[in-house]
Every structure is written in structure tokens, then in C-alpha cells.
């Protein structure tokens, strides 16, 4: 129907730790929404997920040392949240991940684990974090 306009609605609320029951699931994509709270330490249990796609929502908390069991994880985008604490060192143990992006989390703290420095397409924001990787893009 021409002129007609698609309603745009957002998801909000917290992501229930059911979400670590999902263990075939490749790609987890909300973005742009209105989730609050933390990431679930159950993220860890999805072993299939390559790619989470959390950006512009209102996340906080830390992120969880559990996502570092996610081998198969080759993209994680968390920018434009409200993340805080350090980064956990037990992300330098993906060793598929290509791209990470944590920008826009201004409470992130700490240093960059250096393992990490291998990632192509690193980008964090370096305000309250030391990064001693040549491809840091602060």
C-alpha cells in the first residue's frame, strides 16, 4: 500500500539468562533498542554463537568473564551502551574473533589484555583504558 508507514517499536527490559539455554544459536542481533541491565553470565553456555550484536541500548554492569568460552565468536559489537568495570582477560581467549567494538562505554576501565592486540578490527575507546595495541583506534 503506498504512503503507509511500518510502526517502529523497540524491545526493553532486561535479557533473561534463559537466553544461555539457546546453545545452537549463531547470531544474537538486538540492536538499537532499550535493554537494560547486564549481560547474563549464561552467555557463556551459547558455544555456537559467532556474532553478538548488542549495540545502542542501555547495558551496564561488567562484562561477564564467561563470554571468553565462546570459541566460535567472531564478531562482538557492545558499542553504545553503559558497560562498566574491565575488560575481562579471558576475551584474549577468542581466538576466532575479528572484530570487537566497545566504544561508548565511558566506564570501561583498566587495560586492554594484550591478547587482543591481535584482532584486525579492535576498537575501543581508550578514555579510562590503557592500550598498548599498535591498531587501537581511540
Do not use: Y
Not at 539455554?21 to 559467532?50: A, V, W
Request: hydrophobic share 35%.
Amino acid at each position: 500500500m503506498a504512503g503507509t508507514k511500518a510502526e517502529q517499536s523497540t524491545i526493553g527490559g532486561s535479557l533473561p539468562s534463559e537466553l544461555g539455554l539457546l546453545t545452537q544459536l549463531t547470531l544474537l542481533s538486538i540492536r538499537f533498542n532499550d535493554l537494560t541491565g547486564s549481560l547474563p553470565s549464561e552467555f557463556g553456555l551459547m558455544s555456537n554463537l559467532t556474532a553478538v550484536k548488542l549495540r545502542g541500548n542501555r547495558l551496564s554492569g561488567s562484562l561477564p568473564t564467561q563470554l571468553g568460552l565462546l570459541n566460535q565468536l567472531t564478531l562482538l559489537r557492545l558499542f553504545n551502551n553503559e558497560l562498566t568495570g574491565l575488560i575481562p582477560t579471558e576475551l584474549g581467549l577468542l581466538s576466532q574473533l575479528e572484530i570487537l567494538n566497545l566504544k561508548r562505554n565511558d566506564k570501561l576501565t583498566g587495560n586492554i589484555p594484550s591478547s587482543l592486540c591481535d584482532i584486525p578490527k579492535i576498537n575501543i575507546d581508550c578514555v579510562k583504558i590503557t592500550c598498548s595495541c599498535d591498531q587501537c583506534r581511540c
